[in-house]
T-cell receptor, first 111, second 115 residues
Framework: AQRVTQPEKLLSVFKGAPVELKCNYS??????LFWYVQYSRQRLQLLLR??SRESIKGFTADLNKGETSFHLKKPFAQEEDSAMYYC?????????????FGQGTTLQVKP | ETGVTQSPTHLIKTRGQQVTLRCSSQ?????VSWYQQALGQGPQFIFQ???????GRGNFPPRFSGLQFPNYSSELNVNALELDDSALYLC??????????????FGPGTRLTVL
């Protein structure tokens, strides 16, 4: 079964500390992986996707097919990073942009 | 450029009633997806519409149905409401292209409460 697991409901760190939000997936095939973010009182928005291999707001994520993981990392957390983060998976070869989301992790960055 | 809009913002219904939720896609987008987000959970895919045709469906019963109009706006209809249908309903639009990799742009959601 296709599944995305985010094992931590809440991750609390101090400003300047490294951050790693974990995401594991279960999928047979070539998945497309994404991280979406929801800041307080804002709508859900794309943060980054694995095919772009980009760094957005200092965040990076590497797809590890051997460990079926797509962890989100940032070396130095900022208070404005506090938000809800969702890992999501799409069928790589499908014409349907169905996203399978994890349960989300709340990142709290303390001053 | 106008983003994805949804109406109404909030809605309260009773069990057994029917509800229609509306979504206007972002300018230039021809694909609309609907998601249900229960409290404390991630969004769950309901279905997707592309050029007025259903283009994929999640694990939801037939009482969840939808429409897409020529201007690419969309409706989600839910019949015979149940208490478990209480959730935030999200609409997302995406531009023409490869559906699996396109960015989905989300609306603010409609909060449905079923009493």
């Amino acid at each position: 079964a296709q599944r995305v697991t985010q094992p931590e409901k809440l991750l609390s760190v101090f400003k300047g500390a490294p951050v790693e939000l974990k995401c594991n997936y279960s999928y047979s095939g070539s998945p497309e992986l994404f991280w979406y973010v929801q800041y307080s009182r804002q709508r859900l928005q794309l943060l980054l996707r694995h095919i772009s291999r980009e760094s957005i707001k200092g965040f990076t994520a590497d797809l590890n097919k051997g460990e079926t993981s797509f962890h989100l990392k940032k070396p130095f957390a900022q208070e404005e990073d506090s938000a809800m983060y969702y890992c999501a998976l799409a069928h790589g070869s499908s014409n349907t942009g169905k996203l399978i989301f994890g349960q989300g992790t709340t990142l709290q960055v303390k001053p | 450029e106008t983003g994805v809009t949804q109406s109404p913002t909030h809605l309260i219904k009773t069990r057994g009633q029917q509800v229609t939720l509306r979504c206007s896609s972002q300018s230039g987008h021809n694909t609309v997806s609907w998601y249900q987000q229960a409290l404390g959970q991630g969004p769950q895919f309901i279905f997707q519409y592309y050029r007025e045709e259903e283009n994929g469906r999640g694990n939801f019963p037939p009482r969840f149905s939808g429409l897409q109009f020529p201007n690419y706006s969309s409706e989600l209809n839910v019949n015979a409401l149940e208490l478990d249908d209480s959730a935030l309903y999200l609409c997302a639009s995406s531009p023409p292209g490869r559906a699996s990799t396109d960015t989905q742009y989300f609306g603010p959601g409609t909060r449905l409460t079923v009493l």
